[in-house]
């Protein structure tokens, strides 16, 4: 049986190169682009009240629970800084993912055992993990890669709790320090975080076809 590390190559690194390669101002096709933004966009399955369920959501990996608040920190400090006319705004955020999530320094930051992501809708999905934290999470890049995990879901929500959500905060300023930034919208959009109990290659290889994975590797 061979490890996930081929999935989390895939997974983790696609994003950290484009965030890399834009921070550097390297011309990519939108082609790539796009196509790259397969290990950013899985499809989250749910079963519950809202009944068999399965939406595209942006999801990505955070920082280990000891690097949360260092990271957290250093991202609201960048969003306050942004004004109307503010032109490197961007480029500054890449800077940070980079030094904090994606450089190569900052590998040992992040954890493996989770995937985070934001509610904006509150339908199905959120109906459903309510009542049944159970999640299947699938990937696919055309024409032949998929993974599937499988685990547990969270929802991390201060309206429900009364209390401060460090992922909510988290996830909320991961998406605000690169794109235009709106701290008033962070209580509207729970996080979601998904423990990820099993892995699955689902490729078309020899190697595929929906066998396991050893995880953690």
Known sequence: ???????????????????????GGEEMSPEKVFLSFCSHDPALVSYGPAGLNASIKGVGFMPKPEYLEETLAAYIEHIKSWTPDDKTYSQRGLELLIKYMYG????????????????????HSYANYKVNPEATIIYYQPPAISYELRGKMEI????????????????????????????TRWLKYPAYVFRIEEIYDNCVTKEGFGTKMIFPY
């Not at 049986?1 to 921070?23: D, G, H, P, Q």
């Not at 190569?104 to 339908?123: N, P, V, W, Y």
Request: with cysteine; glycine share 2%; net charge neutral.
């Open 1 to 23: 049986m061979k490890t996930a590390e081929s999935f989390f190559n895939w997974a983790f690194r696609t994003r950290a190169n484009n965030v890399i390669k834009l921070a």
């Open 156 to 183: 991390h929500d201060e309206m429900d709790t009364g209390k401060r959500e460090i992922y909510q905060q988290f996830l909320n300023a991961q998406h605000d320090v690169y794109h235009r930034p709106d701290m």
């Open 104 to 123: 190569e320094e900052a590998r040992h930051r992040i954890d493996f055992t989770c995937i985070g992501s934001l509610e904006m809708a509150k339908k």
